[in-house]
């Protein structure tokens, strides 16, 4: 049967090495790390709680090179949120954490760019709050570099600078929950198929950005990622 209309073109990133990761949906875990569940009001190990993004809001940027994203619609306040992705290779239901590693394809550098302002005005009425997380190039990422170059990446150094300036820092290894718990919490609700792109939540320091900021996020062992604001 054909189609009525034009058929989307689909989304894939960059495989640092060559060719390209094809992406079926985009999962992001909330407050994972405990300074910055703090600096957002929460604090200790609370169960992890999810949300998405559409797979058409990443902007694939090649390594070395500086991407762009537009400054969005309906906000004055868009913070910057660094983070570990997760790229899955095999999918399944109810996956148990020893056996998480064994489902990843590999890692890249992401940003969870977030319109705050649109998002607390939804929290305060008790609403979704995909207004302010699901917009057109809300997540910027990097080259994915396979689990076979790196190893399972459980610790490790991640920061985001603008202009120069350390805004973000922390460790892979302070996660409120790892990636492997992360896999297995997330399985319980959803079945993660090949293509499913995880974010694991960002350290502390989040803050605004303005037109004219660069942003360049790094993670020890992976592609750093730049990202202009027009």
């Not at 056996?99 to 890692?107: Q, S």
């Not at 979704?128 to 190039?137: D, L, N, R, V």
């Amino acid at each position: 049967m054909s189609h009525v209309i034009t058929a989307p073109a689909p989304v894939a990133i960059p495989v640092a090495g060559g060719g390209t990761f094809p992406v079926r949906r985009i999962y992001c875990v909330g407050r994972n790390y405990a300074e910055h569940a703090q600096e957002m009001g929460h604090s200790g190990r609370e169960p992890p709680f999810f949300f998405m993004k559409p797979a058409d809001t990443l902007v694939p940027v090649a390594d070395g090179e500086t991407g762009a994203i537009d400054y969005p619609t309906l906000t004055a306040n868009l913070h910057h949120e660094i983070e570990l992705v997760v790229a899955i290779g095999t999918g399944g239901r109810d996956i148990a954490a020893a056996d998480a590693a064994r489902h990843i394809w590999g890692y890249a550098v992401g940003l969870d760019m977030t319109r705050r302002d649109l998002q607390n005005d939804m929290k305060k009425q008790g609403r979704p709050w995909e207004i302010g997380k699901a917009f057109e190039q809300g997540a910027p990422i990097g080259p994915l570099v396979a689990k076979a170059q790196t190893g399972e990446l459980l610790q490790g150094a991640i920061t985001l600078h603008v202009n120069g300036t350390l805004k973000q820092k922390g460790d892979l290894a302070d996660l409120i929950w790892n990636v492997n718990e992360t896999i297995e919490q997330l399985s319980k609700a959803w079945v993660l198929q090949p293509g499913d792109l995880i974010y694991t939540g960002t350290p502390a320091g989040v803050a605004a950005v303005v037109r004219g900021d660069v942003m360049e996020g790094a993670i020890a062992g992976l592609p750093s990622l730049k990202v202009a604001v027009k």
